[in-house]
Antibody, heavy 123, light 109 residues
Framework: EVQLVESGGGLVQPGGSLRLSCAAS????????MNWVRQAPGKGLEWVSY????????YYADSVRGRFTISRDNAKNSLFLQMNSLRDEDTAVYYC????????????????WGQGTLVTVSS | QSVLTQPPSASGTPGQRVTISCSGS????????VNWYQQLPGTAPKLLIY???QRPSGVPDRFSGSKSGTSASLAISGLQSEDEADYYC??????????FGGGTKLTVL
C-alpha cells in the first residue's frame, strides 16, 4: 500500500525557517517524481514545488522561489521542503504528492497524496 | 486569483447529472492535459480524472472528463450524496508551473 506521511509542521514566526519531511513507503520511491502542494485555511490547492526522480529537474511556484528548497533522499525514501523567510501567507496545510512523470520529465499528475502537515506562520 | 477558472459552487439533486467547467489558456489547458482532483470534507485530495478523460482504478464510471481547446469539464452522472466535495482542475503550464483551478464546491441537495 502506498503511504506518504508528512511531518515537521508547526508554529513559526515570520522570517523563520522550517523543514518539512515526507516519508514514503509501499512503492519504489526512487522511481517516482514528487511534489509539494499546499492549502491555506479555507482556500484552494496551490502547487508549491516539483522534483524529478534523480533531483535533476526542479520547479517552484513564483510565490516560493528563492525562499523554499525541495530535495529528496532516495536511499531513505524521503522528500523534503526547506522553507526559509516564512511569511504569514505561507500558513497552510502542506501535502506531499506522488507524480506519475517518468524520469526527469515535467510534472504529470498526482496519483497519491499524504494527509498533510500544518504550517502556521504567526508572531 | 487562480490561473484556471472554475465556478465556486455547483449543486444537484440525487440522480442528476452535473458538470463543472475549467477554463484556461493556450499555455496550460490548450497545450497540456487536464487532471481533476476530489477533496472530501476534512481529507486530502484524491486523483479523480487524469489525462483529460482517464479514470484511475476504483473511480466509478459516473465520473467523466473532457477537454476542448482551452477549456475542460468534469461531469458527474447519477449524483450521490457521497459526491459532495470540492473539485479541482489542474494542468501543467508552459511557464514551468503546475496551475490549479480555484475549486468548485459541489452540494448535493
Amino acid at each position: 500500500e502506498v503511504q506518504l506521511v508528512e511531518s515537521g509542521g508547526g508554529l513559526v514566526q515570520p522570517g523563520g525557517s522550517l523543514r518539512l519531511s515526507c516519508a514514503a513507503s509501499g512503492f519504489t520511491f526512487s522511481s517516482y517524481s514528487m511534489n509539494w502542494v499546499r492549502q491555506a485555511p479555507g482556500k484552494g490547492l496551490e502547487w508549491v514545488s516539483y522534483i524529478s526522480t534523480s533531483g535533476s529537474t526542479i520547479y517552484y511556484a513564483d510565490s516560493v522561489r528563492g525562499r523554499f528548497t525541495i530535495s529528496r533522499d532516495n536511499a531513505k525514501n524521503s522528500l523534503f521542503l526547506q522553507m526559509n523567510s516564512l511569511r504569514d501567507e505561507d500558513t497552510a496545510v502542506y501535502y506531499c504528492a506522488r507524480d506519475t512523470a517518468y524520469g526527469d520529465s515535467d510534472p504529470n499528475y498526482f496519483d497519491y497524496w499524504g494527509q498533510g502537515t500544518l504550517v502556521t506562520v504567526s508572531s | 486569483q487562480s490561473v484556471l477558472t472554475q465556478p465556486p459552487s455547483a449543486s444537484g439533486t440525487p440522480g442528476q447529472r452535473v458538470t463543472i467547467s475549467c477554463s484556461g489558456s493556450s499555455s496550460n489547458i490548450g497545450s497540456n492535459t487536464v487532471n481533476w482532483y476530489q477533496q472530501l470534507p476534512g481529507t486530502a485530495p484524491k486523483l479523480l480524472i487524469y489525462s483529460n478523460n482517464q479514470r484511475p482504478s476504483g473511480v466509478p464510471d459516473r465520473f467523466s472528463g473532457s477537454k476542448s481547446g482551452t477549456s475542460a469539464s468534469l461531469a458527474i452522472s447519477g449524483l450521490q450524496s457521497e459526491d459532495e466535495a470540492d473539485y479541482y482542475c489542474a494542468a501543467w503550464d508552459d511557464s514551468l508551473t503546475v496551475v490549479f483551478g480555484g475549486g468548485t464546491k459541489l452540494t448535493v441537495l
